[in-house]
């Protein structure tokens, strides 16, 4: 913990928990050896950082990679769970549809099938991409501010509540309601080319498709809701009814069961509890 920047020493722990998971299960992982290259190359990523951003000191390009490195590191570890989490364990997605039907009657995607027009369809998957926009805007808005504190908290915040959805993908595997409902539906998401463009995108570069459990949208959007909140007041007045939209539209564009979202809010909450406590004890213990 002396070694590691608080957020740092998140991804190395993870990292650890994700090597010898593989190593773990290699008789059940295809490309086990892979992933166990993938995760080595990565350690040795973060390290080239440190050692970069250390001798850099704060500023400089190398504490500029280093300050911003979460976010590649979130990026590439996702892409890895794709290789991992379908031979793990079956998937749940008849037990969340389950739990969907006995807490409403019906299944919410398919019910919503009746507020299906191309303008919403269009404004929905504008609502669903913001998603990967928001983190990266309240933390480049802290950054260029100077206020590298705040910056860094919410990196470490952001990070946390990542991994630990990424440990939810793992214990609860499930590919959600467009792949598993798609005899129920009898309406098509219609949209411009836009929502095509965004559908596409998304199947394409999107490795990991057991994502559903919890809602990582609903949660990191929360989660960014309370931290501009916190930090920048007119961010948070911008965002809140862009969030709005992108929980709603986790749900329209049929990417997940309810159940989920109550998943990731419940995360959401434990994670802005539980996280800052957590980033004040690492830089204590880092200090002595």
């Known amino acids: 913990m002396k070694r590691f920047a608080p957020t740092e020493g998140l991804t190395f722990f ?3 928990g ?58 590439m570890i996702y892409q890895s769970l794709g ?26 995607t398919v019910w919503m099938e009746r507020w299906i027009t191309p303008w919403f369809t269009d404004l929905m998957s504008l609502a669903y991409i913001s998603y990967y926009f928001l983190p990266v805007i309240l933390a480049v808005t802290l950054y260029l501010k100077g206020r590298k504190e705040e910056f860094r908290q919410t990196m ?7 991994y630990l959805s990424f440990i939810g993908y793992i214990l609860f595997p499930a590919i959600g309601p467009r792949f598993t409902q798609i005899h129920l539906y009898s309406v098509p998401l219609e949209g411009s080319f836009f929502s095509d463009f965004v559908r596409d995108l998304l199947n394409a570069i999107e490795h990991n498709k057991r994502d559903c459990m919890p809602s990582g949208h609903t949660q990191i959007a929360l989660m960014v809701v309370f931290l501009a909140r916190r930090y920048e007041k007119t961010i948070f007045y911008l965002f809140l009814p862009i969030v709005c939209g992108l929980i709603l539209s986790t749900l329209y564009l049929r990417y997940h069961y309810v159940i989920d979202l109550i998943a990731g809010a419940a995360l959401a909450i434990g994670c802005v509890l539980i996280a ?7 830089k204590v213990e880092s200090r002595k």
């Open 83 to 108: 290789n991992m989490i379908q031979h793990l364990q079956p998937d749940i997605d008849p037990h969340l549809i389950r739990i969907d039907f006995l807490l409403f009657g019906a299944h919410p």
């Open 276 to 282: 800052p406590s957590l980033y004040r004890m690492w």
């Open 156 to 162: 470490f915040i952001l990070t946390f509540g990542y």
């Open 18 to 75: 994700l090597f010898l998971l593989t190593l773990f299960f290699r008789g059940q992982i295809p490309l086990w050896r892979s992933q166990l290259l993938f995760y080595t190359l990565l350690f040795g990523l973060l390290f080239v950082l440190k050692i970069s951003s250390d001798r850099k000191g704060s500023g400089g390009t190398g504490g500029l990679l280093n300050d911003f490195s979460p976010v590649a590191f979130i990026i």
């Open 14 to 16: 993870f990292l650890i």
